[in-house]
């Protein structure tokens, strides 16, 4: 064979290797993104859920066991969180309390008076008159009735509808003084509520973030703490459901960082009703 020719068979040689290693790149690449998909999805939803259960488990040194799942009202059941802020900051800057609907977020699930109160320490350093928290929370109520709307929470009559065909109960515990509760519920979510499973203003003496509304749902429910679980959107939520001893699942509806709600005492947070829609499944096979 002459020089050329060598030279030829080298080139044809090296093109053959480039093919080759390429070929073998691309069976590689393949395979370790595949087991990287295999390993790490799993492994990603475990921390989502599993995780925290497990963590729940060891911190309360039992084992969680799902037999109800109590549902907080606003900003969980109905999109009313944006209204009530308004409406907040509208009727305390008549009194000259600057209110952000920050605020109004940070403060929720407060009875109404708790609420004025703090605001009134926060700024002038002293507690409303009564005559002061009964004008500022008419004015709060009127602005609601005129620009509130009952919107439920994407998402959430699937997953109430979910729970109920899981057999498990269904409970509301809202620091809410609505007389028309069950009416309501019933309207927007039918088949789902009744009238002995709703812990409201009138049931507790002490609002959120004291324990009272969610002992006071146990105790309808005659449940052990391990055995429910709770939905919150608010922080003060969150501590009054963790202070009851309950596995506590945060929405973040509205406008706080996750931060908060984790800070709170969470033991999970997702981000809308719709992932937690998704997850559900997983969460409940876990803890059925
Ligand atoms: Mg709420």
Redesign the pocket.
């Known amino acids: 064979m002459d020089y050329s020719g060598k030279m030829l068979n080298t080139k044809t040689q090296r093109r053959k290797d480039t093919k080759k290693n390429i070929i073998l790149f691309l069976i590689i690449t393949y395979f370790v993104l595949l087991t990287q998909k295999l390993l790490s999805l799993p492994s990603k939803k475990n921390k989502m859920i599993t995780d925290k259960v497990k963590l729940y488990n060891l911190q309360n040194d039992s084992r969680l066991n799902l037999k109800a799942v109590f549902f907080?009202?606003?900003?969980?059941l109905f999109d009313s969180?944006a209204y009530h802020a308004q409406a907040w900051v509208y009727a305390m800057q008549t009194a000259g309390v600057p209110f952000t609907p920050y605020d109004v977020y940070m403060n929720?699930?407060r009875t109404g008076a708790d609420t004025i109160n703090t605001a009134f320490l926060d700024t002038f350093d002293r507690e409303a008159t009564e005559e002061e928290c009964r004008e500022i929370y008419r004015l709060k109520s009127e602005k609601f009735d005129e620009i509130g709307k009952q919107t439920p929470m994407a998402n959430v009559y699937d997953l109430l509808k979910k729970i109920k065909a899981e057999g498990l109960s269904v409970y509301v515990v809202?620091g809410s003084a609505q007389r028309s509760l069950l009416d309501n519920l019933n309207h927007y979510f039918p088949d789902i509520f009744d009238n002995d499973r709703i812990v409201s203003a009138f049931d507790v003496t002490r609002g959120k973030p004291h324990p009272e509304p969610y002992l006071k749902a146990l105790e309808k429910a005659k449940l052990q703490p391990f055995e429910a679980a709770v939905i919150?959107?608010?922080p003060l939520?969150v501590e009054s459901a963790r202070a009851a001893g309950i596995f506590t699942i945060a929405v973040n509806t509205g406008i706080l960082e996750e931060f908060v709600l984790e800070s709170a005492g969470a033991n999970a947070v997702f981000p809308n009703m719709e992932k937690l829609n998704r997850k559900w499944d997983e969460f409940y096979e876990y803890v059925m």
């Open positions: 907080d009202m606003d900003g969980v969180m929720e699930g809202t919150e959107n608010a939520g």
